[in-house]
């Protein structure tokens, strides 16, 4: 067995991870780089396969940084299948789509205002395509043993998103664990991931792998964040991605309102993607702490604004007021125009939710940038910029250890470190070797790794 990592090393983004054997071929996960231009631009780069010969995908979950590369791969000729849990296919259908118009949008307003070095500036895909590919995909459930060739693989609970896996293969006498991205054992909404089964080698994430989720209660950071925005008369602009942190953001909002925490001010879901995800997220109500009432009173507190005129017409708006908009690294979506109108003011406030990936404008805003750019202009920064670390879906690195514990992993375990900047690699990489007996190494760019 050989595995070629592709991507998802030394970054956070662009998750892909080949599998060859002697008779099969799988790729697990197919993601978009994103962030630092050097990284995006690996995108536009073929990848070192032959997709003739590639049997299948295998992907973890719908999030772009694991999924956003198959329409891609499906413009270059892949037509095999795409395995993954029902709930993920259903979030990509959603995302993939939205992932192709607003290439799409970007490419026509980079023309129309003359902002590229290229003379008709062209997306990765388009709609079209990113809809199309989703012919590939074949839903399955949890624990579901599917055979490939000369390989089998299940799926595994792994908390973090709706449908969010660790994937098991098995072949030629080896079993490999992908643990995907790794949910939080008290996270606000989903239920925690799943210990792992005994393994020959495991490819473990390491997004927060060098340090710990604030102890701060993220319910009282939010309130005393919205109450200090609607004293002054701001307005709380939150860049949100649409799936799990928009619904944890409405969900706690709304218990704040309920309990008279905070004002009842107006929200506004500015997202078409993160409207349809509200839809799914009921859908799937076995994967998530919440009930069927609370689910639905998360979606009745906001107002959804679906299409560019109403969104437009938030500029309108008296103050105070929150917005929660797409994406949530601000590389993208409907929260930039509203950083472009909003961003100068020094009553606006600017709400980060999660990790930002090095080289976006969120994390160049959490560092203390005097401006943005953001369609070819620079906007000044003057509004406040606050973050809840609360809300983060993965797992820290002293969570990620104790999952660790609690799986049946034999003591001296090979783990190979994936998905994640290289402070955060090399912190869980010291952390695991000063605290466990497993066998553990960072994983480089096109390594290749021989069972």
Not at 96 to 108: F, I, N, R, T
Request: aromatic content about 8%; proline content about 5%; glycine content about 10%.
């Amino acid at each position: 067995m050989k595995i070629t990592f592709l991507g998802g090393t030394e970054t956070v983004t662009g998750s892909k991870y080949l599998l060859e054997t002697d008779r099969t071929s799988v790729l697990v996960d197919c993601g978009l780089y994103q962030g630092y231009k050097w990284l995006r631009e690996r995108n536009w780069q073929s990848l070192p396969l032959d997709i003739t010969t590639l049997d299948a995908v295998l992907l973890t979950h719908g999030h772009l940084d694991h999924s956003g590369y198959i329409p891609a791969l499906y413009k270059r000729g892949f037509r095999g299948p795409v395995y993954t849990h029902h709930a993920s296919k259903a979030l990509c259908q959603i995302l993939l789509a939205d992932s192709g118009h607003l290439q799409e949008e970007d490419a026509k307003y980079y023309s129309k205002h003359k902002l590229s070095k290229h003379k008709r500036p062209e997306p990765l895909y388009d709609r079209q395509t990113a809809e199309s590919s989703m012919a590939l995909f074949r839903g399955i459930n949890f624990d579901e043993l599917i055979d490939l060739g000369d390989i089998r693989f299940y799926l595994q609970p792994a908390g973090h998103i709706l449908g969010a896996a660790s994937i098991i293969v098995e072949a030629e006498g080896k079993r490999v664990g992908f643990s995907g991205d790794v949910g939080r054992f008290d996270d606000v909404l989903m239920l925690p991931p799943r210990p792992l089964p005994e393994l020959d080698l495991l490819l473990m994430e390491s997004t927060y792998g060098n340090r710990p989720h604030a102890p701060h209660d993220a319910a009282q950071q939010l309130a005393a964040i919205v109450n200090r925005t609607a004293k002054i008369g701001g307005v709380l602009l939150v860049p949100a991605f649409a799936v799990g942190r928009a619904q944890a953001l409405q969900h706690l909002l709304a218990n704040l309102m309920d309990m008279g925490t905070i004002p009842k001010l107006p929200i506004y879901l500015d997202s078409p993607m993160a409207i349809k995800v509200a839809d799914v997220f009921c859908r799937f109500s076995d994967q998530h702490r919440l009930n069927h009432d609370q689910c639905h009173r998360m979606c009745d507190l906001v107002t959804y604004t679906r299409t560019v005129d109403e969104s437009k017409a938030l500029a309108g708006q008296s103050f105070p007021h929150v917005i929660i908009a797409g994406s949530g690294m601000a590389t993208g979506g409907r929260i930039l125009h509203h950083f472009k109108r909003l961003l100068s003011d020094s009553k606006t406030t600017v709400l980060f939710t999660g990790h930002q990936a090095g080289g976006t404008r969120g994390a160049k805003m959490i560092a203390g940038a005097d401006a943005v750019k953001i369609h070819g202009g620079w906007i000044p920064v003057r509004a406040k910029v606050d973050v809840i670390s609360g809300l983060s879906g993965h797992a820290d690195y002293l969570e990620l250890t104790e999952w660790l514990f609690q799986s049946k992993l034999p003591k001296k375990t090979p783990i190979k470190l994936i998905h994640g900047d290289p402070e955060a690699l090399d912190g869980l990489r010291m952390y695991l070797q000063g605290h466990t007996e497993f066998h553990v190494s960072v994983a480089g760019y096109r390594d290749i790794l021989r069972l």
